[in-house]
Every structure is written in structure tokens, then in C-alpha cells.
DNA sequence: AACCTAGTTTCATATAATGAAACCAAGGTG
DNA sequence: CACCTTGGTTTCATTATATGAAACTAGGTT
């Protein structure tokens, strides 16, 4: 399942240097790492000259390189509901006020593609590209409950929950409850589940066929407004998720989570 | 110079399918690739099985995968400028009320690392990530006109002028006197080089060591400003650009441009 | 000077990549 | 309907490449 050749090896190890969020020692990765020292030491040296990595000769730290900046480019471009979400968020943020974010579920992990703050200027990658746990955001919920029931087992099988406040739901059972609400109701809450004070609305956005393209959310603070205040939303967000699903239609669009395509 | 083994092969192979800006068919890119048929179709598909490159089976074409977003989202905090001159940008973008570049040189290319708009909200990656040429852009000159003779000279001979506007510098001539005269002045223009009635300022980033990290502009149009209008921006560049180079260095900085390691 | 520790290089071996050729599946086209 | 053609996929013997144990080197420490 993890290997496919050299390549997927490499890659295995930029994606452990990337997950630090910090430049790292060789020795630091070396600790972490399933492959022999010098094994690893070519993978960071080759990922080094092609740019995927950057080193630091004086710190002697790898951090993920520009290159990838670049390619990332043309993947949100063209391979996530970003570009054809555009317009409809920019309305919807300016018809809500509140913090607007779209995500795509990739990997069991809720990826942020983009985001609408009403407020101050948008911050680029800094959200745009962060990943979240799924079990407990809106977004990251609403996705799940509506996917294949294989993927969501899958994913509930391979979470570790962890609790980040006392809303979180900690149990396969509570989340598979959840899950099912969210079904009946077409939508979900975040109660405060991930962060104290910061509470959504979520809605999916489904393809004609039923297929999981991803999802929107509105954002809000305990002290500016409740759990009833952003149910108001709902209908906007109902309105806004269809015409994004009706645009990707007719762009049609890569899926996602096809499964390996053959493993050789 | 342009193969570290199996890795490079493959990231050569997303590299081009990225370039294509839209979904290609494995045949087309087939055409364009150096590799014999069924080598690049393993390349495809590991990459694919990676997530490197998302595939639909319907129209059967290769994109660039999202997994590249969550990676250059740790890029694009760790190892660019934009993080740190997220502030500073700010407030120049407040003050100056005209649109605002931040880009690095990225292999004899300009990045696009941050933007701000001064009017709609920031599109995200629409911008970051961008690359474009470096001779025909303020931040491209002034970056290389401060940047080694050496990489000059690289960027020059590699490089193919293509005459985008009638003001466009075509020849190598023409560079080499506008990147001394930009030496000379500390700063530099973009009088409608690249699209007609764009017209910028541009200022680059320089540590104390005298290394180029980078470059900043203001843009404007001929309709709103003219290039004396634009120079008056230079005091408030300076001050930006100098305090930016500041923070860069306590924080001390990858060395992007370095040199292939070793090359085996 | 002896002794770590972190990083780099060697080299015989095992493994994985390679690509010519064959194969398969759709669409044509006569 | 039989016969191509085009575009994509699989096989398999050959070759090139990755691998990792061990040896080595350069800075720091004691």
C-alpha cells in the first residue's frame, strides 16, 4: 500500500519534512525515519536539487522548497472547486459578513482550498493549503457523512481521536451518531468542537450523481452570534453549495478518491 | 546537470504536466516527453497513486494533484519571504492604495509569493505561485540586477525574449543597460513591458550581506498614474523593503539559489 | 591526544527501472 | 461485419539504479 518505488519513497520523505513545520536537522529526520542513513541521505540530497526541498548551509536544516509553491499553483487551479467556487464565495462572504472557507476532503484529511474573511485581507497559504483533522470541523463532518459508507469506516478505523475541547467527539460512536444526523438534517455544526468560542455552519457540495466535491462553512465566534444565528445562514449556504455543484458539472472534474489505480 | 536518477525523472514528468496549465491526455504528453511509452505511463501512474497528479477516468487526463497544495502550504510558510513580510506588505498596501507584489526569483523566474489588493479581496493562489518571465517585470530586474554576475549572465544566455509590448526589451543589450541603470538607482521600472498600461515600481529585498532575497512593486495603470506618480512610492518602498530584509535576517533564511550540492 | 557526534562517501549486492514488443479495447471505415 | 487504426496497458528479459553495512571525515568535547 505505501510504496510505490523510488519515487513514492522520496516523496514519503518530503512529506515527513514538510510535516514538521519547521526546518530540520538530517539527523532529526534520521530518527524519524524508516530508511538507513545514507539512503535518506540521498533522498534529501536529490529532493535538495530539485528544488522540492530547500537547505540551509549554515543551520544545515531542510525545509520544503519553492518549487512546490509553483506546482501547488496549477493544482489549485485546476484540480480543486476553487476557481469555479470563486465568484459564488465572494458573494456569499459578502452577503453573510462572517469568515467563509471551502474545503475538499483529500486523504481522510479536510483540506482548506480557500477562504473569504470579511474583514481583514484574505492571508494566502496561510489557510489556503492547511489541513485539518475531519471528525471534528464542520466542513471536515458534513464531507464524511455524505461520502461512500467504505470511506467513512476506513476513516473512523484510522482516526486517533484526539480531544481538543470538551465538545469533541471522542468515540467512533459518537461520530458515527453525528453522522448520521448530519445525513437527515442535509448540514452540520461545529460546537465548538475544535477550538473554544469558534462555532460553524457546514454544508456539502454534491454532485447530481452524489458524489462529495466538498464543502462550505460560515464561521463565527460564541460571542458575536450562536448555534440558531448561523442555522439562519443555511439557506444562502444551500443556495450558494448547488450552484457551485452546478458549475463543476459542466467543467466535469477529476475524482479524487479513485482508488489506486491498479498496485501494479 | 538535469537528472538525479528515478526521482528527477518523475518530478521532470509532473513538472510538464503542470506546464500544460489544463488536463492532458496520457498521448499528448507522450508526444512532448523524452521518455519511451510505457515508462512515462508507470511515471503517470505512480505519481497519480501519490496524489502528486489527480486522474479522471472519464476523460482520462492527468492534473496536478492536491496533495501539492498541502505541501507548498509548509513551502510557502517556511521557506519564503511571505510570512515575514506579511505586515509589512500590509501596511504598505494600506498606505500606497494600489495593488502590491511580493516575489522571489526562482530559477531564472519571477514567483509570485504574495499579493495585495487594495480593492476586491485577494484571490489566493491565483497569484501566488504565478511565475513569469524576469526580464520583462520590475521585480524581475531589479531582482536580477542585483543578484551574481554570474547568475546574470546564466539567466540571460537561457533566456528566449519574447516581445510582449512594444516597450518590451528584446535583446540582451537592452537588459544588461537597464539592469546597470537600475544598479545605479537602486530601483527600477516596469514601463508597460509586459501588458500595455500596466506600468510599476519595484524595489528589491536585499540582506546586509548584499544577497537579493526578494523583490517588492507597487502597480499601477496609465490611466490612473504615470511613472513619476509611481516614484513618489520609492521613500515608503525603501523603508519596506529595508525593514522586511531586517526581519529576514533574525530569522536567518534558506539559501534558495544555492548551487546543486555536489552532483554526484 | 583520545573520543564523541553528525554528516558524508565507498562499493559489492540486491532491487527496481527500463523499453522493445506484444497485447487489448474502442472507434472508425470500407 | 470484418478490417484497420489509434490510444492505452501489460509482459518480461536486460540493464541500470538504488541500497545499506561499513568505513571515513570533520568539528566539538572531555
Redesign the interface.
Known amino acids: 500500500m505505501t510504496s510505490?518505488?523510488?519515487?513514492?519513497k522520496?516523496?514519503e520523505v518530503?512529506?515527513q519534512v514538510?510535516?514538521y513545520?519547521?526546518?530540520v536537522r538530517f539527523s532529526e529526520v534520521l530518527a524519524a525515519s524508516p530508511f538507513p542513513k545514507p539512503t535518506l541521505y540521498r533522498?534529501l540530497?536529490?529532493?535538495?536539487?530539485?528544488?522540492?526541498l530547500?537547505?540551509?548551509?549554515?543551520?544545515q536544516?531542510y525545509?520544503?522548497?519553492?518549487?512546490?509553491?509553483?506546482?501547488?499553483?496549477?493544482?489549485?487551479?485546476?484540480?480543486?472547486l476553487?476557481?469555479i467556487a470563486?465568484p459564488h464565495i465572494?458573494a456569499l462572504?459578502a452577503a453573510v459578513g462572517e469568515t467563509v472557507h471551502l474545503a475538499?476532503l483529500?486523504?481522510a484529511q479536510v483540506?482548506y482550498?480557500?477562504?473569504?474573511n470579511a474583514n481583514n485581507?484574505?492571508?494566502?497559504?496561510?489557510q489556503?493549503?492547511?489541513?485539518g483533522p475531519a471528525y471534528c470541523t464542520g466542513v471536515g463532518k458534513v464531507m464524511l457523512a455524505f461520502s461512500d459508507p467504505a470511506i467513512i469506516e476506513a476513516v473512523i478505523e484510522q482516526q486517533s481521536f484526539h480531544r481538543f475541547t470538551a465538545a469533541t467527539l471522542t468515540t467512533p460512536a459518537a461520530l458515527r451518531a453525528e453522522l448520521s444526523a448530519i445525513r437527515a438534517n442535509g448540514y452540520g455544526f461545529d460546537r465548538e468542537e475544535h477550538e473554544p468560542g469558534i462555532i460553524c455552519v457546514a454544508m456539502p457540495i454534491v454532485s447530481d450523481a452524489g458524489r462529495v466535491l466538498g464543502a462550505l462553512s460560515v464561521t463565527s465566534t460564541t460571542s458575536r452570534t450562536n448555534l440558531a444565528g448561523l442555522e439562519s445562514y443555511v439557506p444562502i449556504l444551500q443556495d450558494t453549495a448547488s450552484k457551485i455543484a452546478r458549475d463543476a458539472q459542466s467543467w466535469?472534474?477529476?475524482?479524487?478518491d479513485?482508488k489506486?489505480?491498479?498496485?501494479r
Open positions: 510505490d518505488g523510488t519515487v513514492g522520496a516523496l518530503l512529506d514538510a510535516a513545520g519547521r526546518p533522498f540530497q536529490t529532493l535538495t536539487n530539485q528544488r522540492m530547500a537547505y540551509d548551509p549554515d543551520r536544516t525545509s520544503p522548497g519553492v518549487r512546490l509553491v509553483r506546482l501547488a499553483h496549477a493544482a489549485w487551479e485546476q484540480s480543486t476553487a476557481p470563486r465572494d462572504s475538499q483529500d486523504h483540506l482550498i480557500d477562504k473569504r485581507p484574505v492571508q494566502m497559504f496561510s489556503a493549503g492547511k489541513v466535469s472534474f477529476p475524482d479524487y479513485a489506486e489505480q491498479t498496485g
